[in-house]
């Protein structure tokens, strides 16, 4: 991890893609947008669709929250990724985003607030 004027910047890595500093407590879906990666967000991060989803390979986000694991239970999905409008980054994380505009033809959706 980096510092930056006494900031933490922890790296954000996605395999055979990139990998960026961002601020540290920077809300994963918007790292990914900022720097690049066309990660779904189309309910603009009100954890309802599902589709801001990323399978963390390396780093922790802290144990899934309520509001992920009742988003996973309403789309019949297992709970082993997180929800990328959910979470923040605090340390170094290998993530893959699991929808994206490009393998999808979607649009991204809304900007999920900070
Ligand atoms: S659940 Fe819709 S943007 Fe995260």
Request: hydrophobic share 30%; proline share 5%.
């Given at each position: 991890?980096?510092?930056?004027?006494?900031?933490?910047?922890?790296?954000?890595?996605?395999p055979?893609?990139?990998?960026?500093?961002?601020?540290?407590?920077?809300?994963?879906?918007?790292?990914?947008?900022d720097?690049?990666?066309?990660?779904?967000?189309?309910?603009?991060?009100?954890?309802?669709?599902?589709?801001?989803?990323?399978?963390?390979?390396e780093?922790?986000?802290?144990?899934?929250?309520?509001?992920?694991?009742?988003?996973?239970?309403?789309?019949?999905?297992?709970?082993?990724?997180?929800?990328?409008?959910?979470?923040?980054?605090?340390?170094?994380?290998?993530?893959?985003?699991?929808?994206?505009?490009?393998?999808?033809?979607?649009?991204?959706?809304?900007?999920?607030?900070?």
């Open positions: 991890m980096d510092t930056k004027g006494g900031i933490k910047l922890p790296k954000v890595t996605i055979n893609v990139d990998s960026f500093d961002v601020e540290e407590g920077t809300k994963l879906v918007l790292a990914l947008e720097n690049g990666v066309d990660v779904l967000h189309r309910c603009g991060g009100k954890a309802k669709c599902t589709t801001c989803r990323v399978e963390v390979i780093g922790n986000f802290g144990p899934l929250t309520d509001i992920e694991k009742d988003a996973f239970k309403r789309k019949g999905l297992d709970d082993s990724s997180r929800l990328s409008c959910q979470v923040r980054v605090h340390e170094d994380v290998t993530v893959l985003p699991l929808k994206t505009a490009s393998s999808t033809g979607l649009d991204p959706g809304p900007r999920p607030e900070k």
